[in-house]
């Protein structure tokens, strides 16, 4: 029962880490977007390659934040169907399936080469990209408290049984 809650303990702990990766996914789009309203009509070499640093940033982030979604689904499909049965465990990767899936979208978006962009276009495609990291970091947001829900039932199911079982 005990490694049932460490179980249930790690898996909040990765949300968390999680809602972690989601900060810096938007710290990554303040930068740019800090960038972009800072440079003129056209991009100095210097402007040109710092955003191009940013543009790589924000990327790696979303690239990220996609690998530990991932790495967190494998392993609730590893250990949550002895707890919570495959309808709750179907449920959880299908909505994980659909954030990678929007991840990937967004990822999409963020392969324009910059320096061809005029301004309006920089800032067109920052409110685009904005908008859909927003969107994705809401989805995921509600689907861990979600999940925490669930997992903070499950640990206080486990210590009522816990005390119960200690009592007989």
């Known amino acids: 029962m005990s490694s049932e809650l460490t179980v249930l303990n790690d898996l909040i702990y990765e949300n968390e880490a999680i809602r972690q990766y989601i900060r810096s996914l938007k710290n990554a789009m303040d930068e740019e977007e800090a960038l972009l309203l800072q440079k003129g009509d056209k991009l100095t070499a210097h402007q040109s390659r710092t955003l191009g640093r940013s543009q790589y940033h924000l990327q790696q982030s979303l690239l990220n934040l996609r690998e530990v979604l991932t790495r967190h689904y494998l392993h609730e499909e590893k250990v949550l169907p ?87």
Request: hydrophobic content about 40%.
């Open 82 to 168: 002895q707890m919570v049965g495959p309808l709750l465990v179907e449920a959880f990767k299908s909505a994980l399936k659909g954030i990678i899936e929007e991840l990937d979208r967004d990822e999409a978006l963020l392969h324009d080469d910059l320096r061809q962009l005029r301004n309006t276009e920089l800032l067109a495609r920052s409110y685009n990209v904005r908008r859909a990291i927003d969107g994705v970091s809401k989805v995921i947001e509600e689907h861990i408290t979600k999940e925490d829900t669930v997992l903070e039932l499950l640990k206080g199911a486990l210590n009522i049984q816990k005390a119960t079982n200690e009592t007989a």
